[in-house]
Structure formats: C-alpha cells, structure tokens
C-alpha cells in the first residue's frame, strides 16, 4: 500500500499530483494499492484520474504538519509513504518518519539543508546524485531516466517523423498557466507560421484544467484553444514543434521526440530550461515573462524552416526519455522494502 501526499491547484499546478498519479497507477499495476491524501479539494481532472483507477482520496481537513500524514498512513496499513510539493520541508519529513515507515520524496530544487529520507527522486535533466552529498543518507534517483510518465502517455508511442514542411505547433503552458502567457504564445505561434511562409499552418493551444482563463472569441483561423484534453498523446503525436513552459509535460515531450521551445512561467522551471538546452535537447528562452514576443516568434521562424534543427532536437530529446521511468523507482522502492521488510 502505498500512501501519497501531494497538492493540486490553481497556483502550483497539477504536476506534482500528476507524477505522483502517474507513479500510483504503476504501483497499482503491479498489484499494489495506493491511497493519496491532499491539503485541499483536488482539481476535478486529477479526481478523475484517480477515481478512473481506483486509487482513493482523502482530504485534511486541517493543516498538515507531517504528524497527520504519519497517523494517516499507519491507519491504512501503508508501507511506503510518497511525498511531493513545497510543504515537504526537513521538519515535516522528520514528523512524518514518526510512522516508522519507508519514505520517497520526489524533489526538484535540491535546496534543503537536508533529506530525511529512504529514496529521493529529481526526474529532472539537470538533477545528479552530487546534488545532495552530504545532505541524505537516501539512494538519489536522479534524472529524466526515472521520469514518472501516464500509463496513456507511454502506449503506444508513434514514431516521430520530421517533415521538411512543418504544419502544426502545440502550445503548453501547464496546468494552470500562473503567468497568463498562453494568449500570448498561441498568437506569437501563429504569428511565426506566416513569417516562416506556413500560412496553412495551425497552431493547438491547450488550456490547463486549473486554469480559469476563457479564450476569445476572435482567435483567429489558425489558433485552436483546446480544455479538458482526452488524448494529450495524439495532440503531441500531431505536433511539429511545441511552445512549452518546462514543466512536467518536457518529459512526455521528450518521450514522443517532440522538437521544443522552452521558457520558464515559475522559477523551478529555470533550471529544467537551461538543462534541457545545455543538453541540446530543446531550445530555452528563459522567462516567458522576460522574453519579448519579437524574440519568441524570430527563434520559432528559425527552427520551422530549419529541417535539420528540428531533427536534432528530436532525436536528443528521445533519447533522454524512454517511458519506463515509474517502473525503475518501483524497483528501487522495492529493493529497500525487502531491506526492512516492507512490501
């Protein structure tokens, strides 16, 4: 049994919960059950998720300082406990460790003094073990190897082919889009289309499920805004080059070899962006607040006209991401549950 904790909204998104959804949903496929607990209400999208594969969903109904987790966990007869957000500070973590019973805490920043903690996973690209010397005694998971991607994401994968003649670009921007930049980005899309001669192009924008921004009425023939996306996997599969902000999504990105532009829409994104160019992997302009939309559109024209960018952006992406990232931290979290004797 597993017993997560995670949160959901409309201020940090739903990457968090997702990944950890992801994570469960292997779990769960394995035989195993799970359990994930919130601070609040979650967004309908992820209830949905959870509720479609039978993992259960508790709510707090006060402040969690660790001890309710703890208390929580041990009521359920869990044997792992998954951790995931900001709130997962040393001292919560301590409280927690109360339930005498193994933890993983996905982490992104690598900023705490320390881990306390049994496994530690950083899915990100420019995450190493190094990064946490001297501050865990846990095995790090480090990298996009181990990234935890949707059981719909990862079936079936189409073989990504890179046309000379792009047509269609997708534009993400998260969950709940904190910033407000998908407007901007759809149209700096559409807008680069016809500069690079592409004026059949089209451009797919998809609006968060946290999100409560309305499209306009007059977005033009090109742009296409999309809520409550069912198959994600075919949006990303049509694409010819992706605008995305670097969050959870790079990974799925990644996994179909889908040529991309990066930008940061919060500060944890940053470092995903520059590690991602610094691999050769996407393009990075840094913050979407920051970077004008000239800029945006004159770096889109270039790569949509250029066959052999976007080919090499494919290919090194694809190869960072192949899909069976829950499986791999499922074995490690098994190996040190035959350590202690959890299961």
Known sequence: MLAIRADADARIG??????????AEAWCARGG???????TALPDPVLARLDGAGIAHRVFP???????????????????????GSFATPGYLDRVSKAGLPILLLDDAASAEHYP???????????????????????????PGYALIRADMRQAVPPRTIPDRPQRILVLVGGADPGGHLEALAQAAAQALLKAGLGDGHVDAVIGPASGWLPPADAGPMIAYHRSVKDMSGLIAR?????????STVW??????????LGASVQVEEPVGAGMAAKGAALYLGRFADCPAEQLVAETVRVLQDSAVRRKLSATASALVDGRGADRVIDAMLAIGAGNGSS
């Open 239 to 247: 694409a010819d080059l992706a605008i995305s902000s670097a969050g």
């Open 62 to 84: 006060a402040p969690d300082n660790g001890d309710e987790f703890a208390e929580a966990a041990a009521g359920i007869g869990a044997r792992w406990l998954v951790v995931d």
């Open 117 to 143: 903690c049994d496994l530690l996973l950083n899915q990100n690209v420019q995450a190493s073990p190094d990064n946490y010397t001297g501050r865990t005694g846990a095995r790090v998971l480090a990298g």
């Open 33 to 39: 059950h799970a359990v994930f607990f919130s601070g």
């Open 252 to 261: 799925e990105l990644s996994l179909q070899g889908t040529p991309m532009i």
């Open 14 to 23: 739903l990457g968090h919960a997702m990944r950890c959804f992801a994570l």
